[in-house]
């Protein structure tokens, strides 16, 4: 397996993490009350900022590379680019719709759900999509003077969410990990209880 391709895939479970941290503020939301909206701006600012300026490029380099091995296999993919563009929209409208909040703008509680959801089940589809049709397809018919190529044309700039080098991004990774914390322990208690 290229290591392109599982540095994507750890980048797609990063974003999975934060997702599952957005969906999770939109459940207190839901419930009428009061997001950690420091926390809801801050996965904002991270889709805004790492996946459109570095994921998003490494899957466009190797799906440009996959349009000239195989036309077919890129067909299937559909339009990579386009999807890109309609994830920026789509977290666009999340982004005005916080702030049109924070901003005591009224907005139906509804509406702000399903801007909401709209972003975080199209992200999700979104990566179903590169993980089962653009990553195979990849992997099976580029040589290793693709992968070289991409790898050469590649920023070696790194997920924040991984190295939590930056500050602004230290409070998610921070939350995310005291979250598995209390899951695992939650699930290791489940597991001790007596059953009765």
């Not at 999770?24 to 701006?41: I, K, M, S, T």
């Not at 975080?120 to 179903?128: C, F, G, K, T, V």
């Not at 040589?143 to 190295?163: F, N």
Request: net charge negative.
């Amino acid at each position: 397996m290229p290591q392109i391709i599982d540095i994507l895939r750890e980048e797609h479970h990063n974003i999975e993490k934060l997702l599952l941290v957005l969906e999770r503020e939109l459940g207190v939301f839901n419930r009428a009350e009061r997001p950690d909206y420091h926390v809801v701006r801050s996965v904002i600012e991270y889709f805004q900022d790492y996946p459109d300026r570095c994921h998003h490029p490494k899957e466009d380099i190797i799906f440009e590379k996959l349009k000239t091995r195989d036309p077919i296999a890129a067909a299937s993919v559909g339009d990579l680019e386009a999807e890109h563009e309609s994830g920026s929209k789509r977290l666009g409208r999340v982004a005005r719709t916080v702030e049109s909040i924070l901003a005591d703008r009224e907005i139906l509680r509804q509406t702000v759900d399903e801007i909401i959801r709209d972003f975080i089940d199209h992200e999700r589809q979104h990566m179903a999509m590169e993980e089962h049709v653009l990553f195979p397809a990849a992997v099976k018919v580029l040589l290793p003077q693709d992968w070289a190529e991409i790898s050469a044309k590649l920023t070696t700039r790194k997920d924040p969410l991984d190295t939590a080098l930056e500050d602004k991004y230290r409070l998610l990774r921070d939350l995310i990990l005291q979250w598995e914390q209390e899951a695992e322990l939650e699930r290791t208690q489940r597991s001790y209880a007596p059953s009765s």
